[in-house]
């Protein structure tokens, strides 16, 4: 089974400032892919970005990117010039090639960007 | 721009009572999915759901859970008798094609006394 871990339960950063958010899992799978899901106060999830396993390049999306390290299982966030609508949970979550889809959640880092 | 809704927002119910929660998924979406979260707990899959029939299960979607599209737009969770410990926040996700981005709805918050 896979788990992913998230060992910052809660983190702040000042606004225009940049913030990594720390993501591990456990697999015995080569292929699979990586997401950050963003969760706000208002508690709808959306997703931030998401990385295929078999893809060296690190994926990027504006603000948003990745640090992606496949042997060391490791998959972090950084959030560059942080904004005041950045504030929310960050879920890193897992899923297998072929599983049928199915989403395995870390626990979540709070995430609170101050003025 | 497309949204997954769920209603209710919040359904409180008594210990042994059924609960239906319902999802409408994005129009153009294949694949359907159930989460959870347990208050101050990490997110959960309970039930992937893909062409009328369910796809994979988690071990907390026992005998008491059950899905439906029972047309083309709705998507629902029901538990049969419900428990304290079903207390939880519940998600409905889609996404049309499996490994793609799974688009959540706001979420039920259920409420068992």
């Known amino acids: 089974a896979q788990t992913v871990t998230q060992s910052q339960p809660e983190m702040s950063v000042q606004e225009a400032e940049t913030v990594t958010l720390s993501c591990t899992y456990d697999?015995?799978?080569?292929?699979?892919?990586l997401f950050w899901y963003k969760q706000p106060p208002s508690r709808q999830m959306i997703l931030v970005i998401r990385?295929?396993?078999?893809?060296?390049q690190n994926a990027t999306e504006n603000r948003f990117s990745v640090n992606f390290q496949k042997a060391a299982k490791s998959f972090s966030l950084k959030i560059s010039d942080s904004q005041l609508g950045d504030t929310a949970m960050y879920f890193c979550?897992?899923?297998?090639?072929?599983?049928?889809?199915?989403?395995?959640f870390g626990k979540g880092t709070l995430l609170t960007v101050n003025p | 721009e497309p949204e997954v809704t769920q209603t209710p927002s919040h359904q409180v119910t008594q210990m042994g009572q059924e609960v239906i929660l319902r999802c409408v998924p994005i129009?153009?979406?294949?694949?359907f999915y159930w989460y959870r979260q347990i208050l101050g707990q990490k997110v959960e899959f309970l039930v992937s759901?893909?062409?009328?029939?369910?796809?994979?299960k988690s071990e907390i979607f026992d005998d008491q859970f059950s899905v439906e599209r029972p047309d083309g737009s709705n998507f629902t969770l029901k538990i049969r008798s419900t428990k304290l410990e079903d207390s939880a926040m519940y998600f409905c996700?889609?996404?049309?094609?499996?490994?793609?981005?799974?688009?959540f709805g706001p979420g039920t918050r259920l409420t068992v006394l």
């Open positions: 129009s153009n979406h294949l694949y």
């Open positions: 990385q295929e396993a078999y893809k060296q």
């Open positions: 759901f893909y062409n009328n029939e369910i796809s994979e």
């Open positions: 979550a897992f899923m297998k090639q072929g599983s049928n889809y199915k989403l395995t």
């Open positions: 996700a889609s996404s049309d094609a499996g490994a793609d981005e799974q688009f």
């Open positions: 697999t015995s799978e080569n292929n699979y892919y």
